[in-house]
């Protein structure tokens, strides 16, 4: 099944971008997943082609218009479903051909009514915006288990709030910090999603101890040689035992974690009693 994905833009020549390299272009010339990007614009009403306004009460900057968003995330909404039905029918007719039955794989592998669609089945649509909720692996893991997602991209001084009220769309940020578009957010979930994709990284286990998916940061890693500028490769990884070394890579994962990113400690299982910023420990001290 191929991983569908939609960006409205207003700049479409920024895709694929940077994901027309390494592992996600190599995955986009086998299928594994599918770049359209769609131009705002072309939804547009005038001869200027404007897609944005002078916001209402006054305020510097302009609007997204909701009467063009409105147009172009239905467009895309069609286009997307269509296409998923599509590809779920070439599955299913492959699977004939050779005498299986795919019907029950499909609904295993984009199940109808998965966390991230709605009833439908349909992908989600998701705005990137500074004021969304913030990405998680946890969301990006649910986003890519589904058929594929639609992404629209914020200009200027943001959406006209009215596209959020009449449409279901998803507010999501990657970050406290603003840049001038959507587009390079949306290329940063799309890279987070189709690296999780079956068959994009060589071995499926490979992110499984990457940083964010245990709820800790990652622990340090070294390679050859073994000692470099009078620095050596710590001894126990060289030890051969592999209890040893997981105990170790578990510890140093839990330090980082706690000297880092002290919020993710204290979300972390157990860690709450353990808390680097003091936070947890100084309610407690003051009866809180």
Known sequence: MTFHTQILTLYPEMFPGLLGASLAGKALEQGLWSCEAINMRDFATDRHRSVDDTPAGGGAG????????GKAVDFATDNIAAKIRSSRAQSR??????????????DEVYPEHVEGLDTNGEAPIIALTPRGTPLTQARVREIASGPGVTLLCGRFEGFDERIFE????????I???????????????LDACIRLLPGVMGASSSGD?????????????????????????????????????AAWRREQAEAITRLRRPDLWERHGGASDRSPSGA????KENGK
Request: no cysteine.
């Open 62 to 69: 302009m609007v997204l218009r909701a009467d063009i968003l």
């Open 93 to 106: 007719d492959a699977g004939d051909t050779q005498g299986v039955s795919t019907s029950s794989q499909s």
């Open 166 to 173: 009449a449409r279901d769309i998803e507010e999501v940020s």
């Open 175 to 189: 970050g406290d910090y603003i840049l001038s578009g959507g587009e390079v957010a949306a290329t940063v979930l």
């Open 209 to 245: 101890d990457e940083s964010f998916e245990t709820g800790l940061l990652e622990y340090p890693h070294y390679t050859r040689p073994v000692e470099w500028e009078g620095r050596t490769i710590p001894e126990v990884l060289r030890s051969g035992d592999h209890a040893k070394i």
């Open 280 to 283: 947890q420990r100084q309610k």
